[in-house]
C-alpha cells in the first residue's frame, strides 16, 4: 500500500495531503458544502489546486460560508464585493456562475429536495453524461470542473489510486447503492 502519486512525496502537513486524505473522494451530505465543492472545483479552472485550497477559508467566508440560499439571493452590492476582495479569485464569469449556480440548485430542490438528491437520481452516469447534465443545469461547467467535482465527491471513479491507503478508507464510506 503506498498513497497516490500526485502526494506521495509529500509531508503530513502539506495542504494536498490533508485534503487527499480527509476530503478526496469522500462523499459529502450536507448541499452546501457540496455547493461549496463546486464553487472551488469552477475557481481551480486555470489555476493550480494549492492555490485554491490555500484560500478556501477565504472562499468559504466570502461565499456565506457556502450557503446556496443565501449565494441564490447576493445582491449587485455581493457581488461587487466579491469581485474586490484579494482573498478569492476575482473572476467575473466565476462570480457570475456561482450565483446562477445557486439559484440552479434552489429549483432543483423544490423538484429533488436537495442537491445531493439531484446527484443521487441521476447516478450513475458516465463523465460524458454527467457533463452534459451539468453544462444544461449550471453555468462554467466544462468536462474537467465536472469530472473533479464528481471525483471529488464520490460519484466517479478515480480520486485514489487503487493501492492506495486512502482508497480503502474512501470506499467504505460509499453508500452501498453507490459503490465505486
Known amino acids: ?5 500526485y502526494c ?11 485534503y487527499h486524505d480527509w476530503h478526496y473522494g469522500f462523499p459529502i451530505e450536507n ?3 457540496l455547493f461549496g465543492r463546486l464553487i472551488l472545483e469552477i475557481n481551480q479552472a486555470g489555476l493550480s489546486w494549492e492555490t485554491i485550497l490555500k484560500k478556501q477559508d477565504n472562499f468559504k467566508q ?31 464569469l466565476k462570480v457570475n456562475a456561482a450565483i446562477h449556480n445557486a439559484q440552479q440548485i434552489i429549483q432543483l430542490k423544490e423538484e429533488f429536495g436537495s442537491f445531493r438528491q439531484w446527484l443521487n437520481h441521476h447516478h450513475p ?3 460524458e453524461e454527467w457533463t452534459k ?11 474537467e470542473i465536472v469530472n473533479e ?11 485514489h489510486d487503487e493501492n492506495c491507503i486512502i482508497f480503502d478508507v474512501v470506499a467504505k464510506k460509499q453508500p452501498k447503492w453507490m459503490e465505486l
Open 62 to 92: 466570502a461565499y456565506a460560508q457556502f450557503s446556496i440560499e443565501k449565494i441564490a439571493n447576493f445582491t449587485e452590492d455581493d457581488r461587487s464585493n466579491l469581485l474586490e476582495n484579494p482573498g478569492i479569485i476575482r473572476n467575473r
Open 149 to 159: 467535482f464528481l471525483m471529488s465527491t464520490g460519484y466517479l471513479k478515480g480520486a
Open 133 to 143: 447534465l451539468f453544462k444544461k443545469t449550471f453555468k462554467f461547467v466544462g468536462g
Open 8 to 18: 506521495a512525496d509529500k509531508t503530513e502537513d502539506n495542504i494536498h495531503k490533508n
Open 1 to 5: 500500500m503506498s498513497y497516490c502519486a
Open 125 to 127: 452516469k458516465t463523465r
Open 31 to 33: 448541499d452546501d458544502e
